[in-house]
Every structure is written in C-alpha cells, then in structure tokens.
C-alpha cells in the first residue's frame, strides 16, 4: 500500500462479468488514482478501460450535486431545491395519492442492473415497507437463459472460470470476451498453450473471434439448429456418451426421436452453414472435455430458451457436464444468497406474496398505460437509464405523460432523467458502503468508501431512509423501513451464517482486508445431483411441458421470408455498459459518430455506398447512421455499436421463448428485430 494516500477497497458494481477488485487512493479528501486490487483472485490487480477511468467519472463535470426540480417536464427548467424539499414533496404525493387510492399501489418501481451492489436493493425495501406497491418485474438480460438451465439442470450453476484451462475444446459461443470479460483472457491463452482449440460461433466475425482457432459465421438466431445439427451428426457416428446418458439423464430416448425426424440439409440450411463446417465442430466434441461459454446475447431472441435447451442437451449426450474441463458457462446466483433483509421489512399484514403488483419489466410502455384500479401515478426510477433501454419509447414517452411525479435517482442528467420531475444526485462506488458479488465468478468484496459524498449526493439507502422517517414522521407507522439503522447495520444483517463459512470469515469486516473466494465446488454439477424434479439432467423437462414450453429442445424453422429487411444487431460495446460511461472520452481519438457495419454484398443491394449516410428505419422510427462496409458481420444484420443509446428508438416489444420462471416474465428479443436501410439523398 502506498504510505503516501489513504488507500480504500472497492468493488466495481456494473452489470459486468468480472465485478473487479479495485483500491482507491485519495489525499486530502480527494480521490486521486484508481487501481486493480492485487488481492481479488480473478481480477488480480487488472482493470478494464472503464476502471482505469473512474477517476473522471468521479468527478464528471456533468455529473450532479444536488437535488433538481424541474419546473414542466422536459422543459429542461430546472432548479435547484434542497433535499428536505426534495423528500417533502415526494412524501406529499406519497400520501396523496394513497388518501386517493386507500393503497400504495399507485407507486411504481423500475428499477434494474445499473448498479450490482446488494445495499441499492434498499430501494425495493423501501417500496415493500409501504404495503402492496407496483413493481416492474423481469428481465430484459438474461432469463430465457436462466429458464433453459432451470429445465435442464434444475438451476444455473457456474463452474469457476478456471475450468476453461483444463479443456481439449472450448466454444465461445455468441460471446465476445475480449471486450466483455478479459479477466478471463488469460484462462483461454493458458488452455491453447495446452493445446485446446478454441471455436467461437458468432454473426460477427468479433476480436474474440479473430484471436481463435476456428470461427463460424452462423445465421443470427439460428443457434439450436446448429446444436441439434451437431447432435444428430454425433449420434450417427456412435460419438455419443451412452454411460453419462443412462447413469444421469431422462427423456434421451424422446430428445433421439425428435433429432432422428429432422433434416440435416434444413438444419444447415437455416444455420446458413456447410457440412464441413459441422462436421469439424462435432469432431471438437468427440471424446473431448468441452467447455462452452454462452454468451447473454443470442439467447436475447425470440427463440433464445430454446437455442441454449439446444446446447445443453449437446453437452449432456456427450458427457461435457460435472467433470474438470467440461460444463456450460453461462450465469451463477450462488454468490448472492444473503439473507435479503434489506428488502424484508414489509409493511403490516404483507409478505413477499402479497407487496407486489407486478407489470412487465418488458413491456413497461403498455403495461403503464393497461395499469388500473388504481392507476400508476408515482413512478421511481432508479439503477437503470430507462429511456435508452426500453423498448418502444415513444409509446413510454406518452405513457408517463400520464403519471404525475417522476422521481429518478442518477449520476448524471440522463434522458431519463430529463423526463422526470425531480432528480436526486446519487453517489457512486467510491463514496458509499456496500457487498458485492458477481454472477460470474465466486469472489465477495466489501466496498468501502473513499470520499465523502460528491457535493449533496446520497446512496440509495441513505434515501430510502429518509423517505421512511419522513413519512412517519407525517403518519406515524407509514413506513416500516428502519431508518435509525447504521449502515454497518444493515451490511451486518446481510451476512448468514452459511456465507461466513463458505467465505471462512467470521465477520464481514475481514473483507476489508480483500475479497474471499467462496468455497463452492470448482466444477459444476460434479456431484451429479441436479436440481430437477428426477434429481437427473432432464433432456424431456415436465417442468417445461407444465408452462406450456416443449418438453425437449426443439427449433421452430423460418416460415417467412424477409429478404429485404435485415436484423439489427448490437454487441455489447468495448468502452461501455449500456448507456453507463457513454459520456467518457475513452475512444482515444476514434470518432464517436454513430456507425451501422454492414456486408458489402448486402450493401450493393441496397445501393448504398461506403462511408455514406443511410437511414435505418420501421414502424418504430428511423435513425441516421454512418454505413461502413465489412465482411465481419453476416450479410442478413446490420450492426450498430450499443454505446449509441439511438438505436432503441427502433426497438418494439418482442418477448422471447422463456424467462417467466426466474424473472416473473419472458425476456426481451431485443435481437430479434427488423430493420431496413436506404440511402439518404444530401441534395
């Protein structure tokens, strides 16, 4: 540790694979350089661009520092009010609208990943210790994922990432973790200096793509087809596990039938693929300890549950489950059973069944204009920017014209935020307490606070309290959220006895000597106990067939055609989450100017030229992009990076396949949307 700075533990909060490990030095007061912690075991002292940076994004000059009021919404009026007017007024309206209504249900959370920590969830806290209130409820990341690992396996279980350099074959499979997660880089160098091949499978001819052995341009969505392809190849040719299978598995026999009936030559032909192609994945598989890292954006499709069905089921008639080297990477909650108290102080005569009116994350626009008895006339923003992420915005832009005060909690003045009534200045990781873990790996760390709030910020917790005592403070017992707790409290309540010892700590504070690696298995499913209802890997899930979901992984074949259109793809940006550091110069010289990649022979098509300006367009809207030329995406897309927050003004609801069992409702096909281009004249 330097002698010359306070040095402080940080954990990065973003919806991101690595959750790394970061120590902030400050003097003075002020924090003057972030670094990599050396003592976070998967991080190991290495930060992305965005951690190297978050000094600027400290101290933004756009950021805010205090509570605004904005005089009609989207005026772009604001003025400054302090923060006991602030929570007055939101108090006011509490309790107006629930003389109204006799219920809090006129309240609304939306609220999602903009931040991991386990404290900011003292905002659904909040909001259940007023009674029954409404929630957005899903998932528009990752729960047709999640739901394909609950029919098959029972849960979704991560091995640790480590596995990856103990296998003969590696398939990225829609994943790019060269920008998205390159603290598991060096697990795939290490692997190919023992002579692993590693396969991405990808629309996009991506960086990850191009530092692999093998690379395979599938047709965007079509990832089951090429799983069942495979599998069906590999039956033929006996390469199958018939011991795993019968000691380990049911409904094979239903799973064989149903490959057995498909065409080969339709199955590659929706794949876009050749025989050849296939044969040499299958042959990757064929007494090969294989891993395959899912990545979230091809399951974000309207066949998204079943693609990943797909693959598990390859991975199970080949025996790659519950042994070093093997297994499907894709997601954990492992990590995140705390106790959740912070969201258990429910209000009198309610529990976890009865707080929630739930609306569709999702469909949020609809479901905001379709709410009544009572309507939503309060709506909470907090964690996410929800006018660059939703879909159909403009239908969401009319909607909340119709709820009378909107309250965002942010870092900087978001789109969101500019639609909002008021805005509280939240503060970031660096001046605030908190427990983060990770979805990814197995490694816990306390974040400490650096500095002292920027300027009149506060964190979500400390707001939530407010609220709370405020409110009793106007109606006795209004309020059943604890606001005279410490946050050391709150922290201590969130620990179980189960995490101290899978942590092997004794109290939480020894987390601020560095984050403990919890002592799960090392490889998933190792025991073979799987979580369904046989205690078996299930290739026929009765779960599955219950919902209303096929039993076994199947694939619905292209039934229209739409030659003149194109999906509209956008991968996961290299200096970006979501909208979340969009505003940081980290391009280092590029142009920030918005870019849609598109093939030269579909370019030619459409008549288009390079270095051009097209509209990208349907019944949404349209956008005005840059059109670049490049054999690295596959003709039938149009890719646009995802740090240019426009692209969703295209985006319409489009529920994928699964997502109703871990999130509440289906998830968001955001890749599987239809877009056309056309040439804009500059005459």
């Not at 069906?232 to 598995?249: L, M």
């Not at 929706?270 to 025989?275: D, K, R, V, Y």
């Not at 300006?613 to 596959?634: A, D, M, P, W, Y």
Request: aromatic share 12%.
């Amino acid at each position: 540790m330097d002698k010359h700075y306070k040095v402080t533990r940080h954990i990065c909060p973003r919806n991101c694979y690595s959750s790394c490990g970061m120590l902030g030095y400050t003097k003075s007061g002020r924090l003057m350089k972030v670094t990599g912690d050396p003592s976070h075991g998967y991080t190991n002292g290495k930060l992305c661009p965005k951690g190297y940076n978050y000094l600027s994004h400290v101290y933004h000059p756009e950021r805010l520092k205090f509570p605004m009021f904005q005089t009609k919404r989207g005026s772009g009026d604001w003025n400054r009010i302090t923060w006991e007017e602030a929570i007055e007024i939101i108090c006011d309206k509490i309790l107006v609208f629930f003389d109204r209504y006799k219920t809090n249900s006129s309240l609304a959370l939306n609220k999602y990943s903009g931040n991991f920590g386990i404290l900011h969830n003292s905002v659904e806290g909040f909001f259940n210790s007023l009674g029954r209130t409404t929630r957005a409820v899903g998932s528009p990341c990752w729960s047709s994922g999640l739901d394909a690992s609950i029919y098959d396996f029972g849960n979704f279980k991560n091995s640790d990432p480590e596995q990856l350099t103990y296998a003969d074959t590696i398939i990225l499979w829609g994943c790019n973790p060269v920008w998205t997660s390159m603290h598991s880089i060096s697990y795939l160098y290490e692997a190919k200096k023992k002579g692993a091949t590693i396969i991405t499978i990808d629309p996009v001819y991506t960086a990850t793509a191009k530092k692999s052995d093998v690379y395979v341009q599938i047709k965007p969505g079509k990832d089951g087809a090429l799983a069942l392809a495979i599998a069906k190849y590999i039956y033929d040719i006996n390469g199958h596990d018939e011991q795993f299978i019968n000691e380990y598995t049911i409904g094979f026999k239903e799973f064989l039938t149903y490959i057995k009936s498909i065409d080969m030559n339709a199955l590659l032909q929706e794949c876009g693929l050749e025989m050849e192609v296939l044969e040499t994945i299958a042959n990757h598989y064929i007494n090969k300890n294989v891993v395959v890292w899912i990545g979230f954006g091809f399951q974000r499709n309207v066949a998204g549950g079943q693609n990943i069905r797909a693959i598990n089921a390859l991975m199970a008639m080949t025996g790659n489950i519950g042994k070093q080297g093997t297994g499907v990477l894709y997601a954990q909650m492992g990590s995140w059973e705390f106790s959740n108290q912070i969201i258990s102080y429910y209000n009198h005569g309610f529990t976890k069944e009865n707080c929630v009116r739930s609306i569709p994350i999702n469909n949020f626009a609809s479901a905001l204009q379709e709410t009544t008895d009572p309507p939503i006339k309060m709506l909470w923003i907090s964690c996410r920017n929800l006018l660059a992420q939703n879909p159909d915005q403009k239908l969401l832009k009319k909607a909340m014209s119709n709820i009378e005060l909107v309250v965002t909690v942010d870092q900087f003045l978001t789109p969101t935020a500019q639609l909002s009534d008021i805005v509280l200045p939240a503060t970031t990781n660096f001046e605030e307490w908190d427990i983060v873990p990770s979805y990814w790996h197995h490694w816990i760390g306390i974040n400490e606070p650096a500095i002292k709030p920027y300027y009149e910020s506060k964190s979500d917790i400390e707001i939530s309290k407010m609220l709370s005592k405020r409110l009793n403070e106007l109606r006795p017992g209004f309020s059943t959220f604890p606001y005279d707790k410490s946050i050391e409290d709150f922290i201590e309540e969130q620990f179980t006895s189960d995490m101290y010892n899978n942590l092997n700590i004794s109290n939480w504070r020894e987390l601020i000597e560095g984050p403990k690696l919890l002592d799960f298995p090392k490889v998933a499913w190792e025991d073979k106990k799987f979580e369904t209802p046989s205690g078996k890997f299930e290739f026929f899930s009765t779960r599955a067939l219950h919902n209303g979901k096929s039993p076994i992984a199947q694939h619905t074949f292209t039934t229209h055609k739409m030659s003149d259109q194109f999906l509209l793809l956008t991968n996961h940006g290299q200096f970006n989450i979501n909208s979340q550091f969009s505003n940081l110069n980290l391009m280092f010289g590029k142009s920030k100017e918005p870019i849609v990649y598109i093939h030269p022979s579909s370019a030619k098509r459409k008549g288009l030229n390079d270095d051009s300006r097209v509209s990208i367009f349907n019944e949404q809207g349209e956008i005005i992009l840059k059109c670049k030329f490049t054999s690295e995406v596959h003709p039938s897309v149009l890719l646009v990076h995802a740090e240019n927050i426009l692209v969703n003004s295209l985006i319409s609801y489009t529920p994928t396949d699964m997502g109703e069992v871990s999130s509440g409702y289906e998830g968001m096909a955001f890749n599987s949307i239809y877009v056309d281009v056309k040439l804009i004249n500059n005459n």
